[in-house]
Nanobody, 130 residues
Framework: QVQLVESGGGSVQAGGSLRLSCAASGYTPSSRCMGWFRQAPGKAREGVATIYTGGGSTQYVDSAKGRFTISRDNAKNTVYLQMNGLEPDDTAMYYC???????????????????????WGQGTQVTVSS
């Protein structure tokens, strides 16, 4: 059973930084799409960034470009989201998600589609105050 455990959330002031981690377990390491999503109260879950663990290709939602960086450590089965220049609009629960091994589609669409991901973590809260 694939398990994803997020950590690193917290409360920061606007302009601050946080680094989220997603530790994966329960499967044989292989190339797959990993994504970070977020959901603010009353809003739909939004894709923030994706990475293909095989080659490291990445994609970002427009609001994250230039501020957030997704990366992976395949030896540790861990994906990270470095968030700089945080803004109050970044306040949300952040979720890690994983696609099926070998599928690149979740990392390649014009939008980051939550329906392309098969496994989800429980989330970590990020709160940014002005």
């Amino acid at each position: 059973q694939v398990q994803l455990v997020e950590s690193g959330g917290g409360s920061v002031q606007a302009g601050g930084s946080l680094r989220l981690s997603c530790a994966a377990s329960g499967y044989t390491p292989s190339s797959r799409c990993m994504g970070w999503f977020r959901q603010a109260p009353g809003k739909a879950r939004e894709g923030v960034a994706t990475i293909y663990t095989g080659g490291g290709s990445t994609q970002y939602v427009d609001s994250a470009k230039g501020r957030f960086t997704i990366s992976r450590d395949n030896a540790k089965n861990t994906v990270y989201l470095q968030m700089n220049g945080l803004e109050p609009d970044d306040t949300a629960m952040y979720y890690c998600a994983a696609g099926l091994p070998g599928r690149k589609k979740p990392c390649q669409g014009p939008e980051i589609d939550r329906d392309e991901y098969d496994y989800w973590g429980q989330g970590t809260q990020v709160t940014v105050s002005s």
